[in-house]
């Protein structure tokens, strides 16, 4: 790697002030997965093969490192609502009546979403208890549930006056019998319900070819159930691949037109070379599962969505995500962010260490910025001592009262010089073997950025 001493200010993204926005950066030639992912665990980002760290004790908008523990996530009600969405076809717009306003989807994206864009349109369902006396059977794809009235009950009149109609509302002794099965078998009624709607639940599973071995067939629909039920097909395609340089085309196509309408960029700085030098180049060396891939959302054949990320040793970390602009009504934001979490819960079966979704960076100061909050329980890393602090609501409050703040509790761990590893001249050195003294003071920064035991990983370049 190459570090970069330079410290000049430039435009801020979030506040658009000129010249307040500062960073430390380096230049990564190569790198394995084991040592970014010990450099994200100290606040760095990458961004391309370019890779930074903000100096957040003196910039405009202090940005800490996010995480959100995977394996403990909770969904909320309205991402429930966006997972249901994307098999509610009645969501769909029709014509330009059918678009949601901008000014719609702005107050909506406030409360949900790590892209920036979220729907609350709920998918209808049809219960038993939906279903009026005068309808006797639901057709369903595997036969037809039949509903017989509840049992009659003898007309009794109460001391206050209750109806016979009245009566026959509090009862529950409602039977359920399928033509194709017995139609003597009694079934009681609540606890026959249920196991008739997952029965179907997962019928549909099998049919579609998908999994049903993680389903929880005993609980609320969870992010799982709701992920599995859905008609999209996600891809994983490693950048290195053949299969990579195949999709590049649709790739390209697809990021320019997300970035020319959601961002007003200009078509020449949506070229093939940014596109490539900004989401296709990876500093990452493959190695197994490990490195830099796309992930393919496709419907009904349809590239809508791609979403960025590197797989590391602990997490999949959130590299980038767009998506059609003609889909915006389906909430692809959110949608990206709760399938990249339920993908960590797939690697973890497979991998045990794998256990985060790191969603990049949280700028409380930027209301805009605040969404990734939304996944629980999220984390944000002290960029002083690097600890890891739950992101609730006594800690929002106090990043309410100051813009920068250190999470952690204690000082800072004294960094050695001593420990860096220097290329030079295609020579590996110790920095003692090194022994510059005009290069001590930059070189003891970087070390104090990176930390001792990256500084002994990673092989800094000097010429």
């Given at each position: 790697?190459?570090y970069f001493?330079e410290h000049e200010g430039?435009?801020?993204?979030?506040?658009k002030s000129?010249?307040?926005?500062?960073?430390?950066?380096?230049?990564a030639?190569?790198?394995?997965?084991e040592?970014?992912?010990?450099?994200i665990?100290?606040g760095?980002?990458?961004?391309?093969?370019?890779v930074?760290?903000?100096t957040?004790?003196?910039t405009c908008?202090?940005m800490?490192?996010?995480?959100?523990?995977?394996l403990?996530?909770?969904i909320s009600k309205?991402?429930?609502?966006?997972?249901?969405?994307?098999?509610?076809?009645?969501a769909a717009?029709k014509g330009n009546?059918?678009?949601?306003?901008?000014q719609?989807?702005?107050?909506?994206?406030?409360g949900e979403h790590?892209?920036m864009?979220v729907s609350?349109i709920e998918?209808?369902?049809?219960?038993?208890s939906?279903?009026?006396e005068?309808?006797k059977?639901i057709?369903?794809?595997?036969?037809t549930?039949?509903l017989?009235?509840p049992?009659?009950?003898?007309?009794?009149e109460s001391?206050?006056?209750c109806?016979?109609?009245?009566?026959?509302?509090?009862?529950t002794t409602a039977r359920?019998?399928?033509?194709?099965?017995?139609?003597?078998?009694?079934i009681?009624?609540?606890?026959?319900?249920?196991?008739?709607?997952?029965?179907?639940?997962k019928?549909?599973?099998?049919?579609?070819g998908?999994p049903t071995?993680?389903?929880?067939?005993?609980?609320?629909?969870g992010?799982?159930?709701?992920i599995?039920?859905?008609?999209?097909?996600?891809?994983?395609?490693?950048v290195?691949?053949?299969?990579f340089e195949k999709?590049?085309?649709?790739?390209?196509s697809?990021?320019k037109?997300?970035?020319?309408k959601?961002h007003?960029d200009?078509e020449?700085?949506?070229a093939?070379?940014?596109?490539?030098?900004?989401?296709?180049?990876?500093?990452l060396v493959?190695n197994?599962?490990?490195?830099?891939?796309?992930q393919?959302?496709?419907k009904?054949?349809k590239?809508i969505?791609?979403?960025v990320?590197?797989?590391?040793?602990?997490c999949?970390?959130?590299?980038y995500?767009?998506y059609?602009?003609?889909?915006?009504?389906l909430?692809?934001?959110?949608?990206?962010a709760?399938?990249?979490?339920?993908?960590v819960q797939?690697?973890n079966a497979?991998?045990n260490?794998?256990?985060?979704y790191?969603?990049g960076?949280?700028?409380?100061?930027c209301?805009?910025?605040r969404?990734?909050?939304?996944?629980t329980?999220?984390?944000?890393?002290?960029?002083?001592?690097?600890?890891?602090?739950?992101?609730?609501?006594?800690?929002?409050e106090?990043?309410?009262?100051r813009?920068y703040?250190?999470l952690g509790?204690?000082?800072?761990?004294?960094?050695?010089v001593d420990?860096v590893?220097?290329?030079k001249s295609?020579r590996?050195?110790s920095?003692k073997e090194?022994?510059a003294?005009?290069d001590?003071?930059?070189?003891a920064q970087?070390?104090?950025l990176?930390?001792?035991?990256m500084?002994?990983?990673?092989?800094?370049y000097?010429?």
């Amino acid at each position: 790697m190459e570090y970069f001493a330079e410290h000049e200010g430039y435009r801020c993204g979030y506040c658009k002030s000129p010249n307040t926005n500062f960073s430390h950066g380096m230049w990564a030639h190569t790198c394995t997965p084991e040592v970014y992912q010990g450099l994200i665990d100290r606040g760095w980002r990458r961004s391309g093969h370019y890779v930074y760290k903000p100096t957040n004790n003196i910039t405009c908008c202090p940005m800490y490192t996010i995480r959100c523990n995977a394996l403990e996530f909770k969904i909320s009600k309205s991402q429930k609502k966006v997972l249901k969405k994307m098999n509610d076809k009645s969501a769909a717009p029709k014509g330009n009546e059918g678009k949601i306003e901008q000014q719609q989807i702005d107050r909506l994206e406030k409360g949900e979403h790590l892209k920036m864009e979220v729907s609350e349109i709920e998918k209808p369902e049809i219960t038993l208890s939906s279903v009026s006396e005068s309808d006797k059977c639901i057709p369903t794809t595997s036969g037809t549930v039949e509903l017989e009235k509840p049992e009659e009950i003898p007309k009794k009149e109460s001391e206050n006056g209750c109806s016979k109609k009245k009566s026959l509302k509090m009862d529950t002794t409602a039977r359920i019998h399928d033509k194709v099965g017995s139609d003597t078998d009694k079934i009681k009624p609540l606890q026959k319900r249920r196991e008739f709607r997952l029965q179907k639940r997962k019928e549909k599973l099998e049919k579609q070819g998908k999994p049903t071995e993680l389903l929880n067939l005993n609980k609320e629909k969870g992010l799982t159930d709701l992920i599995l039920e859905n008609d999209l097909q996600v891809e994983l395609v490693s950048v290195e691949s053949k299969e990579f340089e195949k999709y590049f085309n649709e790739l390209h196509s697809l990021y320019k037109k997300y970035q020319m309408k959601i961002h007003e960029d200009t078509e020449e700085e949506c070229a093939e070379k940014q596109f490539r030098r900004f989401l296709c180049d990876s500093p990452l060396v493959k190695n197994g599962p490990y490195g830099s891939h796309h992930q393919l959302y496709r419907k009904s054949g349809k590239l809508i969505a791609v979403g960025v990320i590197d797989i590391l040793p602990s997490c999949v970390s959130s590299v980038y995500f767009f998506y059609d602009p003609d889909f915006t009504y389906l909430s692809l934001g959110t949608y990206g962010a709760l399938h990249e979490i339920y993908f960590v819960q797939q690697l973890n079966a497979m991998f045990n260490n794998v256990k985060y979704y790191y969603m990049g960076f949280y700028i409380h100061s930027c209301q805009k910025m605040r969404y990734k909050g939304n996944y629980t329980p999220s984390y944000l890393l002290c960029p002083e001592i690097y600890q890891w602090r739950i992101l609730d609501d006594k800690l929002k409050e106090e990043l309410n009262e100051r813009k920068y703040m250190k999470l952690g509790v204690g000082e800072p761990v004294p960094q050695t010089v001593d420990d860096v590893m220097i290329l030079k001249s295609r020579r590996i050195l110790s920095y003692k073997e090194y022994n510059a003294k005009r290069d001590r003071e930059e070189i003891a920064q970087y070390c104090t950025l990176v930390g001792s035991e990256m500084a002994r990983k990673i092989l800094l370049y000097r010429k």
